[in-house]
């Protein structure tokens, strides 16, 4: 099988050598590395150059003329593959020896599009934490559109198929950050995975995630993002769910393939079942609606099955109750956490 690693540089002095020495000590060596540097003024190129020189496979390096920012750097980066597989490559993580090797097995057996991996949060000198992201801890195998919807998964706990790269990133919808902003390249890659083909989460712990004070965009930013999300914002969430309707949907109509068409259609159907499904929720937390309409809409949505299992396209069991405390003891229900959103 073979895995290119798309590596988005930018200032990455400080740490990189050491993810570079983890990505020559893989027990399964790459297909093939290339990387997008964003312009860096610092001593990281050179670092690369030396690494390229040295590396007992292909090395690419490819400087932007103008800065992408690290969403964009990464699906530049990704564009650039030739691989079967690509695995998305931090500047400033350490990947364990086996990660490609053990990867590869589980795309074989389970034949995802997709694999998803944990990582072990570690300090600015590696020093490990309690932490893994994600947060899963079963192994699991599932059917496309068959997952959590909102999980922030980060783009280096991800393998995934060249396939995701036939569609345009630049049309991606919103995502769960600032409304100004399109989805991040993680984001994305779990939005198109998991709605074309089979995903794989795997509980095994492939790399050292490491924080410090100059990370674009780390386990702390993920966080923020869950806080964004989580005080009862469901009309948030469901104008984001309606936009990818509405992206899927456009898809339907240009493919020209029965098949895709047919892929396409059932991802729309999806997404706009679970648009509904919020803007009911909403609805159940609106401040100008009173007990009466509240317990109305609740049991209307309930009723549809509204509160199946998340990964069948519903708000899950938790979700049932907390919406049915907040109506019957309203300011008694705890904010939701990623799993029951």
């Not at 072990?120 to 899963?136: H, S």
């Not at 599932?142 to 630049?170: E, H, T, Y």
């Not at 509405?246 to 898809?251: A, G, P, T, V």
């Not at 099955?305 to 109506?327: M, P, V």
Request: proline share 5%; charged share 20%; glycine share 8%.
């Amino acid at each position: 099988m073979q895995i290119s690693i798309a590596l988005a540089t930018w200032n990455g002095e400080n740490f990189l050598e050491p993810q570079l020495e983890s990505l020559l000590r893989q027990t399964t060596p790459p297909y093939e590395v290339v990387v997008s540097d964003d312009g860096s003024t610092d001593r990281t190129l050179t670092i690369l150059g030396e690494f390229a020189a040295m590396a007992p496979f292909d090395v690419r390096i490819e400087v932007n003329p103008q800065r992408l920012g690290y969403a964009d750097n990464f699906l530049h980066a990704a564009s650039m593959c030739s691989g079967e597989f690509i695995a998305f490559c931090d500047q400033d993580d350490v990947w364990l020896p086996s990660k490609l090797a053990r990867c590869a097995e589980l795309l074989r057996v389970s034949g995802a599009v997709l694999l998803i991996h944990r990582n072990l949060v570690v300090t600015g000198n590696l020093t490990p934490t309690a932490r893994k992201i994600p947060t899963f801890s079963r192994s699991s195998t599932a059917a496309p559109l068959r997952v959590q919807p909102w999980m922030l998964s980060p783009g280096n706990a991800m393998i995934f198929s060249r396939r995701i790269l036939d569609f345009d990133s630049k049309r991606r919808p919103s995502g769960l950050g600032d409304t100004a902003t399109r989805m991040t390249h993680d984001e994305w890659t779990y939005f198109i995975g998991t709605a074309i083909g089979w995903t794989h989460f795997s509980p095994n712990v492939f790399v050292y995630y490491r924080q410090h004070g100059t990370s674009v965009f780390g386990a702390s930013g993920r966080s923020s993002l869950r806080e964004r999300i989580a005080p009862g914002n469901y009309e948030f969430l469901a104008e984001r769910a309606n936009e990818r309707k509405l992206f899927f949907k456009e898809l339907e109509a240009s493919a020209s393939a029965a098949f895709e068409r047919e892929c396409y259609r059932r991802a729309a159907e999806h997404y706009g079942a679970l648009f509904r499904r919020l803007e009911a929720r909403a609805a159940v937390y609106s401040a100008n609606a009173g007990f009466t309409r509240r317990l109305a809409t609740f049991s209307r949505l309930a009723g549809q099955g509204g509160y199946k299992s998340r990964t069948r396209g519903g708000l899950g069991l938790r979700s049932f109750l907390k919406d049915a405390s907040h109506i019957l003891m309203p300011g008694a229900w705890s904010p939701p956490t990623q799993r029951s959103l």
